[in-house]
């Protein structure tokens, strides 16, 4: 998922598809917690996809100052080698690509199909 050159609004339909699937499978099921939890992985997985997408360090720079976050700090993070995942866990990626934001840019959460279909 992470690099066979999906666009994100590719991803996000899959998404859409694939979470709808297993939320309608699971509705009757109390998975609740267990929704959490995979969906505090999912958003990890999206942040660290964002992150990979953002390929040059001028780039990640730009994109984390468009996302709120200072001058220096984006210049900071955007030139560090770390890796992906890291970076994804790191502070940076959660402010930048909040729950709030990704729900905002249309990526879907596993909690929210949960809720919206767990209640039929």
């Known amino acids: 998922m992470r690099s066979?050159?999906?666009g994100?609004?590719?991803?996000?339909k899959?998404?859409?598809n694939a979470i709808r699937?297993?939320?309608?499978?699971?509705?009757?099921?109390?998975?609740?917690?267990h929704l959490q939890s995979m969906d505090?992985?999912?958003r990890s997985r999206i942040r660290m996809c964002i992150w990979k997408s953002w390929k040059?360090?001028?780039?990640?720079?730009?994109?984390l100052v468009k996302c709120g976050v200072p001058q220096w700090r984006a210049y900071q993070w955007g030139n560090a080698s770390k890796g992906h995942w890291a970076v994804a866990h790191s502070g940076i990626m959660q402010v930048a690509?909040?729950?709030i934001n990704l729900a905002r840019a249309g990526y879907p959460s596993l909690l929210g199909y949960y809720e919206k279909y767990h209640c039929r």
């Open 4 to 6: 066979n050159g999906m």
């Open 40 to 42: 505090e992985w999912l």
């Open 21 to 33: 699937g297993w939320v309608c499978y699971f509705r009757y099921a109390h998975a609740k917690t």
């Open 8 to 12: 994100y609004e590719q991803r996000k």
């Open 56 to 63: 040059l360090s001028k780039t990640r720079v730009q994109n």
């Open 14 to 16: 899959a998404l859409h």
């Open 97 to 99: 690509a909040s729950c």
